[in-house]
């Protein structure tokens, strides 16, 4: 299997396979990390990053999260991730482990799914409204961006907390935008 630091988190895989074993789920291999389902259904991640190692759970924001151990990365929506780096602490954390992956299974027999954000529940900072008022060849080619991109650049924009800073931001993707690239897209 191909994961990013793999030789790194070689322990680390292991102990938590070996934590694993002993639920009823599936191991397979999905985006070259080891990955867990019940019916067809993702449960759970193994992913390797630089600094950490972590349990990924598709659905874990509908997770109660008691320990408060889930961590949302980026702007994901449904995932959250429960970080390591060291085999111990996994050992340390089993019982824990084993509860929230349980609770991840039972919600996925449940049917249960974060509802996504529609592009509307993502607002409009003032300055990207007034450079569409002044330009609504901009505003079109922005309407013209799939959901996902428009959402990805409305999150960008609004994450900058001076107005100045969102101007500049604006302003820099704006030949992006004009491409019909999303936001981390490269030429």
Same mark, same amino acid.
């Given at each position: 299997?191909?994961?990013?630091? /793999?030789? #790194? ?8 396979? /070996? ?7 599936? $191991? ?38 008691? %320990?408060? =151990?889930?961590?949302?990365?980026? +702007? =994901? +929506?449904?995932?959250? =991730? ?5 085999? #111990? %602490? ?5 019982? &824990?482990? /084993?509860?929230?992956?349980? *609770? ?10 974060? $509802? ?5 529940? @993502?607002?409009?900072? *003032? *300055?990207?409204? *007034? ?7 901009? %505003?079109?080619?922005? $309407?013209?961006? &799939?959901?996902?991109? +428009?959402?990805?650049?409305?999150? @960008?924009?609004?994450?900058? !907390?001076?107005?100045? &800073?969102? =101007?500049? /931001?604006?302003? !820099? ?5 004009? %491409?019909?690239?999303?936001?981390? $897209?490269? #030429?």
């Amino acid at each position: 299997m191909d994961m990013a630091y /793999r030789e #790194r988190w070689d322990a680390k895989i292991a102990e938590m396979r /070996r934590l694993l074993a002993g639920l009823a789920m599936k $191991e397979a291999c999905k985006w070259g990390k080891p990955t867990y389902t019940v019916d067809g259904k993702n449960i759970v991640i193994l992913q390797g990053f630089k600094a950490y190692f972590a349990l990924g759970f598709f659905q874990g924001a509908l997770l109660k999260d008691p %320990e408060k =151990v889930l961590v949302q990365l980026g +702007q =994901v +929506q449904a995932g959250r =991730v429960m970080k390591f780096t060291s085999a #111990r %602490e996994i050992t340390a954390k089993a019982s &824990t482990i /084993r509860a929230y992956v349980r *609770e991840a299974i039972a919600v996925a027999k449940a049917g249960l799914r974060v $509802e996504k954000r529609k592009t509307s529940d @993502h607002p409009v900072p *003032e *300055e990207l409204a *007034e450079r569409f008022r002044r330009d609504p060849r901009f %505003e079109r080619a922005f $309407e013209a961006l &799939t959901p996902g991109r +428009q959402r990805g650049y409305l999150y @960008h924009f609004a994450s900058a !907390k001076q107005p100045a &800073t969102r =101007v500049a /931001r604006i302003e !820099k993707a704006r030949p992006a935008i004009f %491409e019909g690239r999303g936001f981390l $897209e490269r #030429r």
